[in-house]
C-alpha cells in the first residue's frame, strides 16, 4: 500500500496531472467521504494561500456534492470566495479586479486568484481530487473501502506557467 501511495505522488509530481478531465459523478459518494476529502483540501489550500486576505473566484460553478462542501468549508474557513457564472465570467472579472481602473482593487492590492476543483474516479475504490488555486495545482488520491478513507498518497503540488 506504501508502494503504491509513492507511485501515485511520484507519477503525480512529475508533471503527469491530468489537464482536462471529465468529472465523474461523485453525488453516490458516502457524506464522511465528501466532508473528509473537503476538509483535507481545505487544509492544503489554507497552507498555500492566506484566508481572508486572498479572494478568490470560482472557475466555473461547481455542482458537484465534493465541490459544494469545499467551498462551503472554506468560507467557514475565512476565505471570500465569489461565484461565477462560467470560465469566461470567472476570466473577466479575476481581469477586471486585477487591471487598474476604478472599480479595481488598487495599485497594492492582492489579484484574485481562480479557483477549480475536478475530482473523478481512477478505479471502482480509487478517487483523485485536483484543485486549482490561481497557477497552483493540488492533486490526491484516495482509497474508500467499507472501513472508510485512506489517503493513497501526499499531496502533490505544481505550478502551472501562465
Given at each position: 500500500?506504501a508502494?503504491?501511495?509513492l507511485?501515485?505522488?511520484?507519477c503525480?509530481?512529475?508533471?503527469?496531472?491530468?489537464?482536462r478531465?471529465?468529472?465523474?459523478?461523485?453525488?453516490?459518494?458516502?457524506?464522511?467521504?465528501?466532508?473528509?476529502?473537503?476538509d483535507?483540501a481545505?487544509?492544503?489550500?489554507?497552507?498555500?494561500?492566506?484566508?481572508?486576505?486572498?479572494?478568490?473566484?470560482?472557475?466555473?460553478?461547481?455542482?458537484?456534492?465534493?465541490?459544494?462542501?469545499?467551498?462551503?468549508?472554506?468560507?467557514?474557513?475565512?476565505?471570500?470566495?465569489e461565484?461565477?457564472l462560467?470560465?469566461a465570467?470567472?476570466?473577466?472579472?479575476?481581469?477586471?479586479?486585477s487591471?487598474?481602473?476604478?472599480?479595481?482593487?488598487?495599485?497594492?492590492?492582492?489579484?484574485?486568484?481562480?479557483?477549480?476543483?475536478?475530482?473523478?474516479a481512477?478505479?471502482?475504490?480509487?478517487?483523485?481530487?485536483r484543485?486549482?488555486?490561481?497557477t497552483t495545482?493540488?492533486?490526491?488520491?484516495w482509497v474508500?473501502?467499507?472501513?472508510g478513507t485512506?489517503?493513497?498518497g501526499?499531496?502533490?503540488?505544481?505550478?502551472?506557467?501562465?
Amino acid at each position: 500500500m506504501a508502494c503504491a501511495g509513492l507511485a501515485l505522488t511520484g507519477c503525480a509530481s512529475h508533471g503527469v496531472l491530468p489537464e482536462r478531465t471529465q468529472v465523474m459523478d461523485t453525488q453516490h459518494l458516502p457524506d464522511a467521504f465528501v466532508s473528509y476529502v473537503a476538509d483535507e483540501a481545505a487544509q492544503v489550500i489554507e497552507q498555500t494561500v492566506l484566508p481572508a486576505k486572498q479572494p478568490l473566484v470560482l472557475a466555473r460553478p461547481l455542482r458537484s456534492a465534493l465541490g459544494q462542501t469545499l467551498v462551503a468549508t472554506l468560507r467557514r474557513r475565512g476565505f471570500s470566495i465569489e461565484e461565477s457564472l462560467s470560465v469566461a465570467d470567472a476570466r473577466a472579472r479575476v481581469a477586471a479586479q486585477s487591471a487598474p481602473g476604478e472599480y479595481s482593487r488598487g495599485l497594492f492590492g492582492i489579484e484574485p486568484k481562480t479557483l477549480d476543483v475536478h475530482e473523478g474516479a481512477v478505479a471502482s475504490d480509487l478517487f483523485y481530487v485536483r484543485v486549482d488555486v490561481g497557477t497552483t495545482v493540488l492533486a490526491r488520491s484516495w482509497v474508500l473501502t467499507t472501513k472508510g478513507t485512506a489517503p493513497a498518497g501526499a499531496w502533490a503540488r505544481q505550478e502551472r506557467v501562465q
